[in-house]
């Protein structure tokens, strides 16, 4: 009988053993999903950020003409599902500018905030 309380004991620590083990195993996995969720949701920012930068050139700085409505709501509705209000209130300051100069200047302001929006993944 000796032998098997023996045994049994050796089963039981290697049980509460092995799961003290996966555990730890487990939160260190959950850590490193909130960190690799973190970083994606960074990338994804970056990515939108970068999208309306690229379209903003394109359809407002290289413009051989006026911006049409449509480009212009387009752009509208893009900046504001960046979800930044940050950004969005120096983009009402572009869009509100009564001059062309005050306008230039706005846009420099639009295009340094974006920029530096744009965060590394770590």
């Known amino acids: 009988m000796t032998k ?3 045994i049994l004991i050796i089963i039981i620590l ?3 053993a092995s799961n003290i083990y996966f555990g730890f195993k487990y939160l260190n996995s959950q850590r490193e999903l909130r960190s690799m969720q973190s ?3 960074t ?3 970056n990515e939108e950020v970068l999208n309306f930068t690229k379209f903003f050139i394109e359809k407002v700085l290289k413009a051989e003409k006026e911006v049409d409505f449509e480009t212009r709501l387009k752009l509208e509705n893009t900046v504001r599902n960046l979800g930044d209000e940050e950004i969005l209130t120096q983009w009402q300051k572009f869009t509100e500018s ?3 100069a005050e306008a230039q200047e706005q846009v420099k302001n639009l295009l340094e ?3 530096n ?3 590394p993944v770590k």
């Open 4 to 6: 098997q309380k023996t």
């Open 14 to 16: 290697f049980l509460i």
């Open 39 to 41: 970083a994606l949701e």
């Open 43 to 45: 990338q994804k920012t």
């Open 98 to 100: 009564k001059t062309e």
């Open 113 to 115: 905030m974006l920029v």
């Open 117 to 119: 929006k744009i965060s």
